[in-house]
């Protein structure tokens, strides 16, 4: 089996991370069915309830103070890099979601030649309503963006986020990896990850409707493609 190290970083927001952990475990069988592991990594912030959650679930669990949140991440990668052995790197939020063809489409990926990867388009929801959109042609995204291990060997001092922000921590990683290895994700067809928009979020769902204009937000049923929201 090859070894998929996927990252998530929490605060905050204990119910909806307890869905996303759902759904990675959903995904698993999965996974395994085409020949990938997938290793949960979870950096939290001393909150005793999201240590108790990740041991529920046996993750692999780190703590490290907040802010800046891209000082959280440069400390959580450098010990996911070092301490552990794995083929591919694999980032989600713990507000998103994989749909229930998403293992397959990225076990193909990470069979092909490409070096990383990332999806060309995105599902958003808005938590409240439970309904959101589409969002085509994404030209960075963090959830379910990997790279191969090589590519990360490469960055220097293992320190994929060098400057102290709180935001953008998706470009930040994605053009620190760019500029010194040269690799840029491939963008792949297709949607099959889902960001669930709550008021924890540093982008909230208003905020996309800069980027992306069409007449209504509201028009997907967030059950129909998480099964952790499905209505029982």
Request: proline share 3%.
């Amino acid at each position: 089996m090859k070894k998929i190290a996927l990252t998530i970083a929490v605060y905050d927001r204990l119910e909806l991370t307890r869905k996303c952990y759902e759904g990675i475990e959903r995904c698993k069988p999965q996974f395994n069915k085409y020949g990938y592991d997938l290793d949960v990594y979870i950096c939290g912030s001393f909150q005793q309830d999201h240590n108790d959650l990740a041991k529920e679930f046996s993750y692999t669990m780190y703590n490290h103070k907040n802010l800046p949140v891209s000082a959280k991440y440069r400390a959580f990668l450098k010990k996911v890099i070092n301490l552990h052995d794995w083929d591919f790197w694999m980032l989600l939020g713990s507000d998103d979601f994989m749909t229930e063809d998403a293992a397959e489409i990225i076990c193909k990926q990470m069979d092909s030649d490409h070096l990383a990867g990332m999806p060309k388009n995105n599902f958003y929801f808005e938590l409240d309503k439970k309904k959101g959109f589409e969002f085509k042609n994404i030209a960075r995204c963090g959830a379910c963006r990997w790279y191969r291990r090589e590519v990360i060997d490469e960055i220097y001092d293992q320190n994929l986020y060098p400057k102290d922000i709180n935001s953008v921590l998706d470009h930040l990683s994605q053009q620190t990896i760019y500029d010194q290895t040269g690799v840029l994700p491939h963008r792949f067809e297709g949607s099959y990850v889902c960001d669930v928009k709550s008021n924890v979020n540093i982008n909230s769902f208003d905020s996309l409707k800069k980027y992306h204009r069409i007449e209504d937000y509201h028009v997907l049923e967030i059950g129909d493609y998480i099964p952790e929201f499905k209505e029982k």
